[in-house]
Every structure is written in structure tokens, then in C-alpha cells.
């Protein structure tokens, strides 16, 4: 290997980059790639919720009923109204800070689900649905902020691996199509090259997107130069809308829908995304409601802000200029909600396709370094159990918090934590019974575990559901748990029928000076 | 292994990633701080887009880390570029 | 449906990969040809975005189509080389009516 050229310093980084930051990549992707269907996954995991479609004035008239009811003296209410997707009001509370300086915080209350017609909560199995593959993608279910932090962090190995990628790829047009199976570690770079270069406008958007989602916790110092007072930029971008402090006084807000029906007048019929309202049962109460991002690519819709008693109009968000337009659009093309039907399946391929290209890496690097009949060095059994553990054992704590949500009794109390736990015992449960296993056989039996958990989950669905699904919704989930089951049992067998390494004939021709200069190229 | 050009082993590899990982964020957020404060725009955006691009400095300035061999190099112009673009963002205090 | 936008995407890989130089039984001109006509199925795939999409979301919609249909392309060419491009021309067939649904 000579020199010091720009190609050598970026695979080497590239292939450290991707190593490091690879497992947690490879769940980020995953659980992205499932959230695109967040709240499809929602009403596959309440399935005895049968939704009503009403209007947004009525679903929000109804909400502020059961939350007067139930929340009168919080500091603020969130309310997502119901969408053609989300058949739900989804409603998060915040409490007023208890005056005592030495209480502990109130713990973060869940987001409560109410039936858009009746205001009542939603009559189904408690479950975190959607929202946890939702939260475990920049969360990873840690506690705040370190979740946020690592998940930032692996964002930005991401950012780098990609750009490193794409100067060390010597022949990135040339290789475009190529993809040779049953070639050793030719077929592994092969795949790797694929499935990142085809989609590569998608890998460095969601990336970089991806970063700009969290951007105001990653570099909050612009803001810091710029405002003597840092919630003046949040006022800047949203209108004046957190000002009001509560006044002491007692007051009702006015009806709600009404609001509703002002907001959505004054944006030419389009649709409510969001209601927050500021101190609710005071008399200097705010009512700030969002518009959709749902029609077009910035995901952040303009605000409008009432006084919550009078209904005066207070305020509205200012429009945005390029910057602000620009990290809009960021947002929305990361989030996907501009998608319709088939755009959207197209986004959770393309996801799907960068869950590979994280795995063909990880599984590159160790094949890369494989020396058949030599002891394999400690890093090298590490990275094996590792990329084992993530790939292969993580799809089989995915199918187990789905079947959890058949299986566990509707009305048992706590299940919603139940099913996640499932999912973490099977993982990581998974993964450490694989370290018993030599590695070959442990992704053999790993992969084909999930294939087969994944199978069980339909099975699950009509089992325990009773009837045959005849919604749509349910008939997509279940194929598309068959496939994936398909994908794993295929992956599976492949790695089965592959003749051991030991036992691999002699090449037929000697290796070539060129070949070897490319397969040490991404070294 | 284009390790062995980055000069060694052990510590020095340690140096050099400590200044790559924790220097570059500090020289992109001064880049980024000093962008947002210096741009002649309208205050919210040249916040805005001093933070949209400061991953960008930071890609850049990691990369170029483990690129450079000589880690005196590395070392100057990052943390340099931290302690000038800060120290100026600092200095200019914050936009009036 | 966006479909018409994948069809020709998937057809002008194609056209693109019968182009290609290396491992290639394919004559030069004709390999020039299946190119230049890969190129004009690509555009005539943007294009299709653009009048689907209109001109703000053409781009990032264009984007995802045509980066699936390579995958999907890609996956097909290497399991069935003859096969998996000889659809061109139905597909080409096919999306442009599409178009104008």
C-alpha cells in the first residue's frame, strides 16, 4: 500500500467510521425505516379500535372536554388532532412544576389516546404502538439527553462514512451495476456498493436531515451569538407564543372548534396539525394552533396564536425566509409526511435498503479479515458477536414486541411495558445465547429465529384476533411481515448452504494483481 | 494500512482522535457561531443558517484529520480554529 | 400513482446497464445506442416527476422513485441478466399513458 493518497486516508476511515458507529446505525435505520408507518403500526397494535371520522372543530371540541375534565390545571395541553392516517386525538399534558425547588420532577406523562367522536380515551390494549419505534430511533431508550446524544453522534459517523465512501469509491459508475453472488468478500462489496449507491441521495439526506431534526440540541451556539435572550429565536421562527405567564385569575377558554375552524379559515381550508394550549384554566390562557405539514415539503406549518378566553388573535409565525424555509424543508423531506401511499412504501424500501448497506458493511469488515484455518484475533470475534447481536438478533426483538401485542391478555394492566420489555429480553436474550454458538452457525440460527418470529406474528394476528383481517391496513401489515420473515429465512439459508470456508475448492486461476489491488482499495 | 502513515500507534492515534471528535465539533460550532453572528441578514436567519451548515464543517474537519499525517498539523488548525473562530464569536459579543 | 416515474427509471437502467463496457457481449455502437437511450428514458422519468409532482417536490420524489427502481433492477440483473432488462420496452410502453392518468 503506498502513499498517502486521499482514496487510502478515506477507507480507512470509512471502515472505522462504519465499524464504531454500524450496530446502533443499523437500529436507527431499522426503527426509522418502521416509523414511516408509525401510526399504521399504532392501529395494527389496537385492533379493536374502530375509528370515526369527524371533523377536526368536533375531534378538538371533544378533547378539551376530557381534558377539562382530567387535566384542568396543567400548564399546557398538546393535542394532535386525528389525520387520515391517525385515526386518534393523541394528547400529551404537561403539570404545572410543583413551587417547592426541592421535589423531584414529575416523570414525563405518557401521550393518552382519545376517540376523536366521544373525547373518551380509546377503547383497545394499552400499547406504546408506532411511538416506540418512533422514540427508539433518536432515543434508544436511553435516558435524556444521552439517547439523543449517541444517536447525534452516531448521525455524524454516518455523515462522515458516507462522505468518505463516496471519495474512496474508485469506479462509482463503473460498479453501478454490479452485484456477483456466491464470491466471498467480491459479493459482500458488491452488495455494500449497491445498496449504498443506488440510493445514495436518500443515505445523505436522511443523514444529513436526520442531524437538522435535532439540530437546536446538537449547536445551539449560533443562537447563543445571536439573541441575548435564546427564546427570542424560538419566538422568531414560531411567533410570540410561549410569553403569556399564567395571571393568577381564573378563566374558560372559549369552544374550541371554533379556533380550529379560524386557523384552517385563514390557511385556505388546510387542515390543523397541532393545538397547544398555554394555561388552560387561566384567564390569560393561549390557544396556539399548528398548520398541517402534510401538503408540501416543509414539515414546519405556520402558527397562529388566540387569547384561549376572548379569542382575540395574538399572533401568527412569521414567514420564513430561505435559512428558516430551508431547515423546514430538512425536516419535512427527513419525516416523509409529504409522502402519499406509494412514496411513502418507496421511503421504507429505501430505508430498507440502508438497513443493508449498514449490515454489508459490518459483515464486510469481517470477512475482509478472515484467515481460514487462523485463530481469529479479539477484535475479530468481538466484531463477529457484535454484528451478530445487532443484525441478526435485533429483527427477532422486533417480532416479539409485535407478537407481545397479540399474545399478552388486552386487559392485563402494564402491558404496554410488557411488550417493550419483550422486545429488549428477546434481543439481547437472542444474542447472548448466540455466543454459545461458533459464529457460523449462530447467524444460521439467529437469522432463522427471527424469520420465524417474524412468520408468527400474522399467525398471531389471526389467531388471537379472530376474525380474517379484511381492513387493508391489516392485510399489508401481515404480507409485509411474511416478507420480511421471507428476507430472514432466505438470508438464512444462504448463509447454511455456503460451503464452509475450510472446505472452499482452489481458486481456478491465480488472483490477478488488479484484483488484489481492488479488494485492498477499501481496506 | 494507511494507519501506519497517520504516525503510530496508541497515544498518537488517541490525540489525534480526541482532536478530531471533540476539537472539530468545537472548531464547526466556532465556524458556524461566527457565520450566524458575521452574516448580513436578518438575525433568525443567519442563525439558522449558521447551524444548518455547521455539520458540514464538522464532517469536514474530521475527515481532514485523519487525513493530514502530520498531527502537529492536525492539531494546530483544528484547535486553532476553535480557539480563533470562538474566541472571535466571543469577543464580537452577541449581535446587538 | 406515481408509477409511470418508476417504469421509465427502471427502463433506462436498463438501457444503461445493456450499455455497459466490460463483460459485455453487446457490439460498441450498439452499446452507444442502449446509453444515449438510457439517458432520454432517465430524463423522460424526471420529466414525468415534474408533471406528477409539479416542480417543487419533482425532485426528492424523482429521486426515491428512480433510486428504487435501480435497486430493484440491480437485484433482478444479477440473479437474471438477459431477463431482468428485456421489460424496457413494455415498461416504456406502459408509463406513458400513465402520465396522462
Given amino acids: ?523 | 494500512m494507511a494507519s501506519a502513515q497517520l504516525g503510530g500507534q496508541g497515544w498518537s492515534m488517541a490525540g489525534r482522535s480526541l482532536t478530531a471528535l471533540i476539537g472539530g465539533y468545537a472548531a464547526a460550532a466556532g465556524l458556524a457561531t461566527l457565520l450566524a453572528r458575521l452574516l448580513p441578514v436578518e438575525r433568525v436567519e443567519a442563525t439558522a443558517w449558521g447551524m444548518i451548515l455547521s455539520f458540514l464543517f464538522y464532517a469536514a474537519f474530521g475527515l481532514w484529520a485523519f487525513h493530514e499525517p502530520r498531527l502537529t498539523r492536525v492539531a494546530a488548525v483544528i484547535w486553532g480554529a476553535a480557539v480563533v473562530a470562538g474566541g472571535a464569536a466571543l469577543l464580537l459579543g452577541v449581535r446587538p | 400513482m406515481s408509477l409511470e416515474v418508476a417504469l421509465l427509471g427502471y427502463a433506462g437502467f436498463a438501457k444503461l446497464a445493456q450499455g455497459r463496457g466490460r463483460h459485455s457481449r453487446t457490439a460498441r455502437p450498439d452499446r452507444a445506442r442502449a446509453r444515449i437511450l438510457g439517458w432520454l428514458l432517465i430524463l423522460g422519468s424526471f420529466l414525468a416527476a415534474l408533471h406528477r409532482f409539479g416542480p417543487y417536490l419533482a425532485v426528492p420524489a424523482w429521486l426515491a422513485l428512480l433510486s428504487v427502481s435501480g435497486v430493484i433492477l440491480v437485484l433482478l440483473l444479477s440473479r437474471w441478466p438477459m431477463a431482468a432488462t428485456a421489460p424496457w420496452i413494455p415498461m416504456t410502453v406502459i408509463a406513458l399513458p400513465l402520465c396522462l392518468l
Avoid at chain 1, 388566540?306 to 430538512?330: C, D, I, K, Q
Wanted: include cysteine; aromatic fraction near 10%.
Fill in chain 1, 1 to 523: 500500500m503506498k502513499g498517502n493518497g486521499v482514496r487510502q486516508s478515506m477507507a480507512w476511515i470509512h471502515g472505522w467510521l462504519g465499524l464504531l458507529a454500524g450496530w446502533i446505525l443499523f437500529a436507527m435505520f431499522v426503527t426509522g425505516t418502521a416509523s414511516y408507518f408509525r401510526p399504521e403500526i399504532t392501529r395494527w397494535m389496537q385492533p379493536e379500535y374502530r375509528p370515526h371520522a369527524v371533523p377536526q372543530a368536533e375531534a378538538a371540541r371533544t378533547t378539551v372536554a376530557w381534558l377539562q375534565k382530567n387535566a384542568p390545571h396543567d400548564e399546557q395541553w398538546t393535542i394532535y388532532l386525528p389525520t387520515e392516517r391517525t385515526l386518534s386525538t393523541r394528547a400529551f399534558t404537561r403539570a404545572r412544576p410543583n413551587p417547592d425547588p426541592k421535589a423531584p420532577r414529575a416523570p414525563r406523562r405518557p401521550e393518552v389516546r382519545l376517540d376523536p367522536a366521544t373525547g373518551a380515551p380509546i377503547e383497545a390494549r394499552d400499547t406504546r404502538g408506532g411511538e416506540f419505534f418512533y422514540r427508539f430511533h433518536f432515543q434508544l431508550q436511553l435516558p435524556h439527553p444521552w439517547g439523543r446524544w449517541l444517536a447525534g453522534l452516531c448521525a455524524m459517523f454516518m455523515l462522515g462514512a458516507i462522505l468518505s465512501g463516496v471519495i474512496t469509491h474508485k469506479r462509482i459508475f463503473a460498479d453501478f451495476f454490479t452485484l456477483r453472488w456466491s464470491k466471498g468478500q467480491r459479493s459482500w462489496l458488491d452488495a455494500h456498493n449497491v445498496s449504498a449507491v443506488l440510493a445514495l441521495p436518500y443515505h445523505a439526506m436522511i443523514t444529513y436531515t436526520g442531524l437538522i431534526t435535532l439540530v437546536v440540541m446538537y449547536m445551539p451556539w449560533p443562537i447563543l451569538a445571536n439573541y441575548p435572550k435564546p427564546t427570542a429565536f424560538a419566538e422568531s421562527l414560531y411567533g410570540d407564543t410561549a410569553g403569556q405567564k399564567a395571571s393568577g385569575q381564573p378563566g374558560r377558554l372559549a369552544d374550541m372548534g371554533r379556533f380550529v375552524e379560524a386557523a384552517s379559515a385563514e390557511w385556505e381550508g388546510a387542515r390543523v396539525s397541532r393545538i397547544i394550549v398555554g394555561n388552560p384554566d387561566d384567564a390569560s390562557s393561549t390557544v396556539t394552533l399548528l398548520r398541517t405539514g402534510e401538503d408540501r415539503l416543509n414539515a414546519r406549518g405556520a402558527s397562529i396564536t388566540y387569547a384561549g378566553v376572548s379569542g382575540a388573535r395574538l399572533a401568527a409565525s412569521p414567514a420564513p425566509g430561505p435559512a428558516v424555509e430551508t431547515a423546514g424543508v430538512m425536516l419535512g423531506l427527513h419525516l416523509g409526511w409529504f409522502a402519499g401511499p406509494l412514496l411513502r412504501w418507496v421511503c421504507f424500501l429505501l430505508g430498507l435498503t440502508g438497513c443493508a448497506m449498514v449490515a454489508t458493511g459490518l459483515v464486510l469488515w469481517t470477512v475482509k479479515r478472515q484467515r481460514p484455518g487462523a485463530q481469529p484475533f479479539f477484535g475479530m470475534s468481538l466484531v463477529e458477536r457484535l454484528n451478530i447481536g445487532a443484525v441478526a438478533c435485533l429483527p427477532a426483538g422486533i417480532a416479539a414486541f409485535l407478537l407481545a401485542n397479540r399474545l399478552l391478555p388486552p386487559m392485563l394492566v402494564g402491558r404496554a411495558d410488557l411488550e417493550v420489555s419483550a422486545m429488549f429480553w428477546a434481543w439481547f436474550g437472542l444474542a447472548a445465547l448466540s455466543l454459545l454458538r461458533p459464529v457460523r452457525r449462530a447467524w444460521i440460527e439467529t437469522l432463522a429465529i427471527s424469520a420465524l418470529l417474524f412468520a408468527a406474528v400474522p399467525i398471531a394476528d389471526l389467531a388471537m384476533v379472530g376474525a380474517f383481517p379484511t381492513d387493508g391496513l391489516f392485510v399489508a401489515f401481515d404480507a409485509t411481515m411474511f416478507l420480511l420473515a421471507a428476507t430472514l429465512g432466505f438470508a438464512a439459508w444462504r448463509t447454511a448452504v455456503r460451503p464452509a470456508r475450510a472446505a472452499r475448492p482452489r481458486r481456478r486461476a491465480p488472483v490477478t494483481v488488479a484484483e488484489v489491488r481492488e479488494a485492498v482499495d477499501v481496506a
